[in-house]
């Protein structure tokens, strides 16, 4: 018998395994639909679509019908994150009907992301929300009382961002504004001032046509001027506690709700701490104006923590203000792993 002469007909291919080359070119989805992600729950996208979306260089202004699609994210991002805030590409079922999905295939170029860490030993970042123009830091004058070195960190955190600051002042009827409002003065950064069952005719003026996010510590009053601005929205609020003097965390998530007049203001949870282990020491130092160019006279190397700092002959001379070195200088220890005061009173209040 001789022996038989095999070829490629004899060669068995399993189906569906390797019977096509892998390949890392993706769909380009030239039929996906714009959308603006208003809210994020546990791996759902709720996402705003239709004419007037918020987009780069838009301020959303209502311009015709929209809708909200429920949406989950494509397997092909990966690991990449969906903030609030983010502009992304829809495709599938975008017709906003009750148990329908649709899937994000792709997120935008983002204009901005505000940014901050567990704590200044941190190296992991949590985005928070992503292409706002302006960063409200909302600070109560009493009930709490306003903590200024939280003011800093949010300020540091804008300036990394490259997000615009504005000040608001709550509570202006249980206590005067002029004390804070002198200590930032120097530094140019916008304020308005507002009381309880007041007008809110400044704050609606500095928002209108524009992305604001609002930052602040529980109980400082967010949920309640978003109800003042966006009738419908219906953020929960609760009241100080009168033994701690912590507020109580009411909005859980994220949400971005749209202004009457033109607008967007994005409400977030109560934050007890604002870690910026991500920030570089330059970034700190860009954020107090009033001392960074004394720094020039520092010695190579320099912490700024030192006696041989220039900043301490600086403010010596009459130049800044003492508490802005001390802050300035809690805030880059805390970087190194130095507690910081406030923090710690935070955790053994909370």
């Known amino acids: 018998m001789s022996r038989r ?23 380009a989805h ?24 918020p987009g780069a260089g838009t301020s959303g202004r209502r311009k015709g019908e929209r809708t909200l699609v429920v949406a989950m994210k494509a397997r092909e991002l990966g690991r990449k994150g969906i903030v609030v ?6 495709v599938g079922d975008v017709t906003g009907q009750p148990d329908t999905l649709a899937r994000v295939v792709r997120v935008e170029e983002r204009t901005s992301m505000l940014r901050r860490s567990a704590d200044d030993t941190d190296d992991i970042e949590r985005p928070i929300v992503a292409n706002a123009d302006q960063l409200v830091i909302v600070t109560a004058l009493a009930d709490p009382p306003p ?30 504004a002029a004390g804070l409002v002198a200590s930032y003065e120097p530094l140019g950064v916008p304020y308005v001032v507002v009381r309880r069952g ?9 928002l209108a046509d524009r992305i604001s996010v609002l930052v602040g510590h529980s109980g400082v009053g967010k949920s ?54 991500h920030v570089s020491v330059e970034t700190v130092l860009a954020a107090f104006p009033d001392l960074v160019d004394a ?25 800044a203000d003492p508490v802005r070195l001390e802050s300035l200088r809690r805030l880059l ?18």
């Open 5 to 27: 002469r095999y070829d490629e007909d004899d060669v068995r291919i399993r189906p569906g395994k390797g019977s096509r080359p892998r390949t890392r070119i993706r769909p």
């Open 30 to 53: 030239s039929e996906a639909v714009e959308g603006f992600v208003v809210a994020v729950d546990r791996g759902r996208y709720t996402c705003l679509v239709g004419e007037g979306v």
């Open 85 to 90: 805030g983010d502009r992304v590409a829809l």
């Open 147 to 176: 903590r200024p070195r939280m003011i800093d960190r949010m300020l540091v955190a804008a300036f990394d961002a490259d997000i615009e600051p504005l000040l608001c002042l709550t509570k202006s009827d249980l206590a005067p």
């Open 198 to 206: 007041g007008a809110l005719d400044d704050l609606a003026e500095a």
């Open 224 to 277: 309640t001027l978003v109800n003042a601005l966006v009738p419908h929205a219906r953020r929960a609020v609760s009241h100080v506690n009168a033994v701690t003097g912590r507020g109580r965390h009411t909005s859980t998530s994220a949400v971005a709700l749209e202004l009457p007049e033109g607008g967007w203001i994005i409400d977030t949870p109560g934050v007890r701490s604002f870690g910026l282990a």
């Open 295 to 319: 720094t020039t006279g520092c010695p190579k190397g320099c912490t700024h923590l030192g006696d041989d700092c220039a900043l301490v002959g600086y403010v010596a001379e009459g130049h």
């Open 333 to 350: 220890a805390s970087r190194e792993g130095a507690p910081d005061e406030d923090k710690a009173e935070d955790r053994d209040e909370a």
